[in-house]
Nanobody
């Protein structure tokens, strides 16, 4: 079992930045690939970014490429999402997720554990 708690969400103006964190506890954090997903009201949960267990491999949705950066610190058992140049369409609840096995994945059903989510609101 892996328990995860997101933090760092909030209200920001268009063009602003936020850094999300996801603190993990439970089984060995470093053996899991990790991902960020988001869900806006009335929409399905969508993939944002993912990172391999080592942190070397990363993958991004086209909509956030060049603006968001995913990273992890296995010693601190923490996953991060640096979000720059935020747009109103980035408004959503953001979730971190853990996947057994080290390879990245972009589909929600491939992930085994989820945090409770943190709200990000970008005002125009």
């Amino acid at each position: 079992q892996v328990q995860m708690v997101e933090s760092g969400g909030g209200l920001v103006q268009t063009g602003g930045s936020l850094r999300l964190s996801c603190a993990a506890s439970g089984r060995t954090f470093s053996i899991y690939a990790m991902g960020w997903f988001r869900q806006a009201p009335g929409k399905e949960r969508e993939f944002v970014a993912a990172i391999t267990w080592s942190g070397v491999g990363t993958y991004y949705a086209d909509s956030v490429k060049g603006r968001f950066t995913i990273s992890r610190d296995n010693a601190k058992r923490t996953l991060y999402l640096q979000m720059n140049s935020l747009k109103p369409e980035d408004t959503a609840v953001y979730y971190c997720a853990a996947k057994q096995g080290g390879s990245v994945a972009t589909r929600a059903h491939e992930y085994d554990y989820w945090g409770q989510g943190t709200q990000v609101t970008v005002s125009s």
